[in-house]
């Protein structure tokens, strides 16, 4: 049964391979219950990325297992509840709501990606820089981990210390055919506590490293590591606008929402009626002193 569950896996890529590209794979049924079909690309695109056979196989089978439950469960309630008004309106009103929902996200989204500029960013962080303290020590620079046996070693070891076109496109090329790890960071913060995971060294004062030094090389038995800072900010320093700006993007986009969505909603109904799509109709209502038309309009 395994076996045959992973040769499933594998079978809508054989059919393709043999039918070829421009023919449509048939649908592989999996299991059936009563007139409710599983079929296999429905497992696919459920089975989550980087599992081993192992895993795959405890996937598909927990997977089926469950969806053979779920779909046992629906049909008994869907025998025994019938054609219940009240589910009926419930599902629709979900539904309304989760489509809502959606359309109103994604003109939020294209609204406020627009909306929100790098000048009000800069200002909210010029207001707000005491809220936005860093935690830990950050660099940017760039940091190589060479076999000790790579040939031209001596030469990498003077070029990344030069931060100049021409050393970087000579570590660049080195790197790509020598380097075990190569990760170039002079645009982007970089936490030193994640590059010295990497690097067999104990840097006991951090901020005083950072305030002496530009470079830190080591070697062990089998590689060398080369680290070049650029710049750096240290914990308890204001972290830079440019390290939390999709951080403040995200502040001001949900500062905006309610305001937003609530003009959204009045710009549809103004346009709605201007276009006459909405009409309100008189509702004949009798109370105890007299008979009179109502009319339904919320303006």
């Known amino acids: 049964m395994k076996h045959l569950l992973w ?4 079978m809508p890529a054989w059919l393709q391979t043999c039918l070829g590209k421009e023919t449509e794979s048939p649908r592989v049924a999996v299991v059936r219950v009563s007139d409710a079909t599983l079929y296999l690309d429905e497992i696919q695109n459920a089975l989550p990325t980087g599992l081993n056979s192992v895993d795959s196989i405890r996937f598909v089978n927990s997977y089926t297992e469950n969806w053979v439950k779920e779909t046992l469960l629906y049909q008994a309630a869907s025998k025994n509840l019938g054609q219940s008004p009240e589910i009926n309106r419930m599902v629709e009103n979900y539904r309304r709501s989760l489509i809502i929902y959606q359309y109103q996200q994604q003109a939020l989204n294209e609204k406020m990606e627009s909306e929100v500029t790098e000048a009000d960013m800069a200002e909210y962080y010029e207001k707000n820089a005491n809220r936005f303290i860093s935690n830990k020590n950050l660099i940017k620079g760039l940091f190589i981990k060479v076999p000790l046996s790579a040939p031209g070693l001596d030469k990498l070891k003077i070029w990344y210390k030069k931060n100049d076109t021409e050393s970087l496109d000579n570590i660049e090329k080195y790197s790509y055919q020598n380097a075990s790890i190569y990760e170039y960071f002079h645009e982007t913060w970089t936490s030193l506590d994640d590059v010295m995971d990497q690097i067999p060294a104990n840097i006991a004062d951090q901020e005083k490293f950072l305030r002496n030094n530009k470079f830190l090389e080591v070697e062990d ?35 905006r929402k309610t305001e937003f969505i609530h003009q959204f909603e009045n710009d549809m109904l103004e346009q709605a009626k201007r276009k006459g799509a909405i009409k309100y109709f008189s509702i004949p209502v009798v109370d105890t002193a007299s008979a009179q038309d109502l009319t339904i309009d919320p303006q």
């Open 221 to 255: 038995g089998n590689y060398c590591y080369l680290l070049y800072i650029s710049d750096y900010i240290t914990t308890g320093s204001p972290q830079p606008l440019d390290y939390v700006s999709a951080q403040i993007r995200n502040i001001l986009v949900n500062s």
């Open 7 to 10: 040769l499933l896996l594998l």
